[in-house]
């Protein structure tokens, strides 16, 4: 049931704390289709969420204040959760002074959507405490208005995008299989990565077919923007390389990078210390719950 706007007003006064997590993803596979006009790329791409979490606590306070657990996270309207308090104040015009903390464990520039994660946990959280005054649908297309990767975030985990990644179709949940997320000591601006794609480079497979293969059970994995990442920056094939040579089977760049996906039972001990590196799985929420 929807409350009318007083009541609503009422119940957001009363003191709140809610506390969120924030998932990361990555591409099972990602192929580019061709260049717009618009200057993006359309694309069609199998997203999944997996278990690696920021944190976002939102809570009730006398004005509006945001803290960070990073100090070379932005705090101002670059950050994507200032971008969607913003968005969702314009668009109910509900506003509600709140303190919002992010703790950071997502690395930044690894393709792994963390910022796109945050705003989406925000949206989510924004519209919760506003007793859900916003479809799922109206939700998305605010999303869509702070970054292609956002909608996907408020699938239930794992998702078929097009568009420029930001029309969501939800599917069936895959089969976890435990893998690890390495990150060498290099970031990559998407927005670069893309300027270097090569329609040359563009691989042969069909999206939705690929798509029913996984939903079967196949394992299939690329990223059509990989070679695109490696001629900006070379060190990160022989990045790859090196984890294959460690013993993984598959290794794939997640999105524009430059975390990789790794698959198998590769040797860790033989990765310099301060690389860093996270175990995880598919992860899924229930509708109407966030993730946990
Ligand atoms: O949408 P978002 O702000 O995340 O995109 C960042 C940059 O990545 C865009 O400015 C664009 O250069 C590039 N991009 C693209 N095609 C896409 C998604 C992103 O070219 N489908």
Redesign the pocket.
Same mark, same amino acid.
């Given at each position: 049931m929807r409350f009318p706007v007083p009541l609503l007003v009422i119940y957001i006064l009363r003191s709140f704390l809610l506390h969120l997590k924030s998932p990361a993803k990555i591409n099972l596979f990602l192929k @580019?289709l061709h260049? #717009?006009r618009d200057? !993006?790329? =359309? $694309?069609a791409s199998l997203f999944q969420a997996v278990s690696l979490f920021d944190e976002i606590i939102f809570k009730s306070h006398d004005r509006d204040e945001f803290t960070c657990s990073h100090n070379e996270i932005p705090l101002n309207e670059e950050n994507l959760i200032i971008k969607a308090l913003e968005l969702f104040r314009k668009k109910t015009k509900i506003s509600f002074p709140l303190k919002i903390h992010l703790e950071k464990n997502i690395p930044h520039q690894a393709g792994l959507g963390g910022g %796109?994660s945050n705003a989406a946990t925000t949206l989510w959280a924004l519209n919760a405490l506003a007793n859900f005054q916003l479809t799922e649908e109206e939700l998305i297309n605010l999303g869509s208005e @702070? +970054? %292609?990767?956002?909608p996907f975030f408020l699938s239930h985990g794992s998702a078929f995008c097009t +568009? #420029? +990644? =930001?029309k969501i179709k939800e599917v069936n949940p895959i089969k976890s299989e435990e893998f690890y997320l390495i990150k060498p000591d290099i970031k990559l &601006?998407?927005?670069e990565? !893309? %300027?270097y $794609?090569s329609i040359d480079n563009f691989s042969q497979r069909n999206p939705e077919m690929d798509l029913k293969d996984i939903l079967e059970g196949k394992s299939i994995y690329y990223n059509d923007l990989e070679d695109a990442a490696f001629s900006y920056e070379p060190k990160l094939r022989e990045f790859k390389q090196y984890l294959i040579k460690i013993g993984f089977k598959t290794v794939l760049l997640s999105g &524009?990078g430059s975390a990789f996906f790794c698959i198998g039972n590769g040797d860790l001990n033989q990765l310099d210390k301060d690389i860093w590196k996270s175990k995880v799985n598919f992860i899924y929420r229930n509708k109407n719950k966030w993730f946990n």
């Open positions: @580019i260049k #717009r200057g !993006y790329h =359309e $694309l %796109s @702070i +970054g %292609s990767d956002v +568009g #420029r +990644g =930001e &601006s998407t927005k990565v !893309y %300027s $794609l &524009s």
